[in-house]
């Protein structure tokens, strides 16, 4: 069940439209279900309905005329409030919409229970599945209504009638949406033939911006040079951008001028200095350390593999940072995505910048890696081959998953309709970008002797999940993986379980394909040498005896200064 409220001037024309025939002769039997003294008249009910419609709005407008002549009647004396139950729900009854608007108008400070002086109203009912709360703001003590927070302190009444009616559970959001375009914008926006309105164009390419750009500087240079974006900067006295402004060069106002949107009207995020927050808060490697440095695809993927480990800690703070920044991630991969993928991405991306905002305020500076890396990955493509973007998809599925369980434990329901719709798009193009790189690894597997031996290590890395990965067909991509890492010299049987440790594989949907992703990108590492295996043995309290043979996996402590790329 659903509240919509709003305030107006005219007792007389709220009335009128309620016992009206609507604006498409849908208000049907017109009548009152209950007011503040169940006196009222009803018109819906009387042999003379004008003579009623006249009496009811004298008894409404009563106090506010006796208000008035003190000089104390509130300009917006009237309150209204429409109430709607879900598609699907059963059909009240009278007396139950009764009820349902007594506990609404006292939940929101209209008529307090047990109040004499609470406001006058009525409810009327001209349809089967709503009815309207029509009230005027003037107690019986003169006073105006205290009704602030209205809208919320209805919500969470309706939630509570929804749970004791047996009706469907509305997702109720917490304020922290992008605004939604109006009725005007989405027929403006059809008539021009585009299927979203300006400020959700625009919102995307300002979010766009804020995940490629490293500094305030880039990020307002890159909106000025997006085709078709027109930007206007606000600066301080000193200098110093303070805000602006985007528009869409084709996006006129009658007078012929551009439709300006701040960056705070597109989004809650998106304003100048909670970007600037965001940019600060970003470990971006510059280009004369490049070269000592992982790929930043792999970077980024590992970073993202950390996601459901972070979400499981107690720093809410924290989560929220990463959120957001993944966030940020998924808009910078839409823009550098092979053409065939790059919607289902787009969408994706658009679908999680919901699960991005909550009410809990993050704290930025713990995502700096993961920012970092999504700036760095921006600036140098993913290989041709699509494997390393197989490897972050792979990898964001488990986040999404993981973010969708970490605001369903916070009942943050809109953020969690938002992420499952965004990993519906996410596991579209995971299938048709993983197809290819798997086959191609697949038709490479090594001969059936070695094959053997990784099942066997498989079943000792991951024996709770080892029927399953064999069973799939992803598996021989993974036993050619295994091959080509201890090919480059690392040890097979410690790559695997590094890979198996790094997260849990219960929310995989294909644990083989995961496996085999996260030890491609292990193995692009350079293999220790026997000295660094001796090191961490000894850090570990573990006895280690070299061996002639160049085996081992490239453990978590090798600093980034002894990497390298493939």
């Known amino acids: 069940m659903i509240a919509k409220i709003s305030s107006g001037k005219s007792t007389a024309g709220l009335i009128r439209y309620l016992y009206g025939p609507g604006r498409a002769n849908e208000h049907t039997d017109p009548h009152l279900v209950t007011s503040w003294d169940g006196y009222a008249p009803d018109p819906g009910r009387a042999d003379d309905s004008t003579a009623a419609r006249k009496q009811l709005i004298d008894d409404l407008d009563m106090r506010v005329k006796q208000a008035d002549r003190l000089g104390r009647a509130p300009k917006q004396h009237v309150w209204h409030c429409s109430l709607r139950a879900a598609p699907g729900d059963r059909i009240l009854e009278d007396g139950e919409w009764a009820d349902i608007a007594r506990r609404v108008v006292a939940a929101t400070g209209i008529a307090p229970a047990d109040d004499p002086d609470g406001c006058r109203w009525i409810a009327v009912r001209h349809a ?7 009230a005027t703001k003037v107690r019986g003590d003169l006073r105006s209504a205290r009704h602030w927070n209205d809208y919320l302190t ?10 004791e009616y047996g009706l469907q559970r509305v997702i109720r959001g917490d304020r922290t949406a992008a605004k939604r375009p109006q009725r005007a914008e989405r027929e403006k926006a059809l008539r021009n033939g585009h299927a979203k309105a300006a400020r959700e164009r625009l919102r995307a390419v300002v979010r766009t911006a804020a995940a490629a750009a490293t500094d305030t500087d880039e990020f307002l240079g890159l909106l000025t040079y997006t085709k078709g974006v027109l930007v206007e900067v606000l600066y301080f ?14 996006d006129r106002n009658a007078k012929a001028e551009p439709v300006w949107f701040s960056g705070s009207t597109l989004a809650p995020d998106l304003s100048l200095p909670k970007i600037q927050s965001r940019l600060a808060a970003a470990e971006v490697p510059s280009s004369a350390e490049g070269h000592l440095r992982p790929h930043p695809w792999h970077q980024a993927t590992a970073a993202t593999e950390r996601i459901p480990h972070r979400l499981d800690q107690p720093d809410a703070g924290a989560a929220q940072a990463h959120l957001a920044a993944f966030g940020e991630a998924l808009d910078a991969v839409a823009l550098t995505a092979p053409p065939d993928i790059r919607t289902e991405l787009r969408s994706a991306a658009s679908a999680f910048e919901r699960a991005t905002r909550s009410r809990v305020r993050a704290e930025h500076h713990h995502a700096r890696a993961l920012r970092g890396a999504v700036k760095a990955m921006l600036r140098e493509p993913a290989p041709k081959d699509g494997a390393a973007l197989a490897m972050f998809l792979d990898a964001a599925l ?14 943050h329901e809109q953020q969690v309709v938002a992420a499952h719709k965004s990993l519906l798009h996410l596991q579209a193009a995971y299938d048709h970008t993983t197809a290819t790189p798997l086959l191609v690894l697949g038709q490479r597997r090594p001969s059936q002797n070695l094959a053997d031996q990784y099942v066997r290590l498989i079943r000792q890395a991951a024996p709770a999940h080892a029927d399953q990965i064999l069973a799939d067909s992803a598996s021989q991509a993974l036993t050619t993986a295994l091959a080509e890492a201890e090919a480059a010299g690392h040890d097979p049987k410690r790559l695997l379980q590094q890979a198996a440790d790094e997260r849990a594989l219960d929310d995989a949907r294909s644990p083989a394909s995961t496996l085999t992703w996260r ?5 692009q590492r350079p293999a220790p040498s026997r ?8 850090s570990t309290g573990l006895r280690h005896t070299p061996s002639p043979e160049p085996a081992a996996t490239a453990p978590p402590t090798i600093p980034a200064s002894r990497t390298r790329q493939r």
Do not use: C, F, M, T
Not at 519 to 523: A, K, Q, W
């Open 128 to 134: 089967p599945d709503h009815i309207h709360i029509a």
């Open 154 to 163: 209805a919500d969470r009444e309706l939630a509570a009638i929804e749970k």
């Open 237 to 250: 006295p000193s200098g110093e951008p303070r805000g602006y402004k985007v528009a869409l060069e084709n």
């Open 398 to 411: 488990l986040a999404v998953i993981a973010a969708a369980r970490w605001h369903d434990r916070r009942e």
């Open 519 to 523: 030890v491609h990108r292990l193995s």
């Open 531 to 538: 000295r660094a295996l001796a090191a961490q043995a000894r």
